[in-house]
């Protein structure tokens, strides 16, 4: 938040900001209630990635930004991956018409893509609904969080401090993660080793 607010201030137009509403390396949870109140200080915008929030914050599983109780006038863009929760592939922008708009003009993608077909977005009506739905297994994600966070408490290992489903134990070396991984994968836990370049070395 303190690089935000020197970035802002270095600034002299109207900025966009765009985030994660949980990080996918780290798990950690953007503070998007602080975002907002100071780019509204800054003539500026959120935008929210909730690749990793949605269907598993807020109410119904709608996301970060839902949970962090804002409305569509505080972040005016939201992209929703179909590919994580929903279990699907593709993605939805939402938010305000004259954001869309202006997405819909500006950019190539929108007219050089095909769009998804309707038995496709009929399958991804259903399992969203489903999502929705599903409260008692966002609760039952939550005491296995709960649990695990209990359980790490004692580690000698590096832990980053998270409350979401994604959990990082740093080793700092890229033989280490893999060997572990493996090593899991053996006793039936799925652990993705994460190396250099998708985080820093």
């Not at 003539?43 to 990793?52: I, P, Q, R, T, W």
């Not at 998270?162 to 070396?173: A, K, M, R, V, W």
Request: with cysteine; glycine share 8%.
């Amino acid at each position: 938040m303190d690089d935000l607010l020197l970035k802002l201030k270095n600034s002299n137009e109207p900025t966009i900001v765009l985030t994660e509403s949980v990080f996918s390396m780290s798990g950690q949870q953007a503070p998007l209630v602080e975002m907002v109140k100071l780019l509204k200080q800054a003539n500026g915008h959120l935008v929210v990635d909730e690749a990793h929030g949605f269907g598993v914050l807020g109410e119904e599983g709608l996301g970060g930004v839902s949970a962090a109780g804002l409305s569509q006038t505080d972040v005016p863009f939201r992209v929703i991956p179909f590919g994580k929760a929903l279990g699907a592939s593709g993605a939805i922008v939402a938010g305000n018409g004259m954001w869309i708009d202006a997405l819909l003009q500006s950019t190539r993608q929108p007219v050089y893509s095909t769009a998804i077909s309707p038995a496709y977005a009929h399958g991804v009506r259903v399992t969203l609904a489903k999502l929705r739905a599903s409260q008692e297994r966002r609760a039952h994600l939550t005491a296995l969080i709960d649990y695990f966070r209990q359980n790490i408490q004692n580690s000698s290992l590096l832990w980053r401090d998270s409350t979401s489903p994604i959990q990082q134990l740093q080793l700092g070396c890229p033989y280490k993660a893999t060997t572990l991984a493996n090593k899991l994968a053996e006793s039936g836990i799925r652990c993705f080793a994460i190396r250099h370049p998708t985080v820093p070395k």
